[in-house]
């Protein structure tokens, strides 16, 4: 599955399955501090048809964000 996001959701993913499990998400690759989705969590995959999950903001944004 993290080849699969890497290709529309961001260029270095770690996103495993099954629901609940965490998934991060690099959007500079290699930069693991800033522009990622560390800490957040699949809820939701039917594979090849629907991922729902959390989102959250960028970490540097984190004092606008609840």
Same mark, same amino acid.
């Given at each position: 599955?993290s080849?699969?996001?890497?290709?529309?959701?961001?260029?270095?993913?770690?996103?495993?399955?099954?629901?609940?499990?965490?998934? @991060?998400?690099?959007?500079?690759?290699?930069?693991? #501090?800033? &522009? %990622?989705?560390?800490?957040?969590?699949?809820?939701?995959?039917?594979?090849?048809?629907?991922?729902?999950? @959390?989102?959250k903001?960028?970490?540097?944004?984190? #004092?606008l &964000? %609840?």
């Amino acid at each position: 599955m993290s080849d699969r996001a890497a290709q529309w959701f961001a260029p270095q993913t770690n996103i495993e399955v099954p629901v609940g499990v965490a998934y @991060e998400g690099y959007f500079q690759p290699g930069n693991k #501090t800033e &522009m %990622n989705t560390r800490g957040c969590k699949v809820i939701m995959a039917a594979p090849f048809k629907e991922l729902i999950f @959390e989102w959250k903001g960028p970490d540097q944004f984190s #004092t606008l &964000m %609840n």
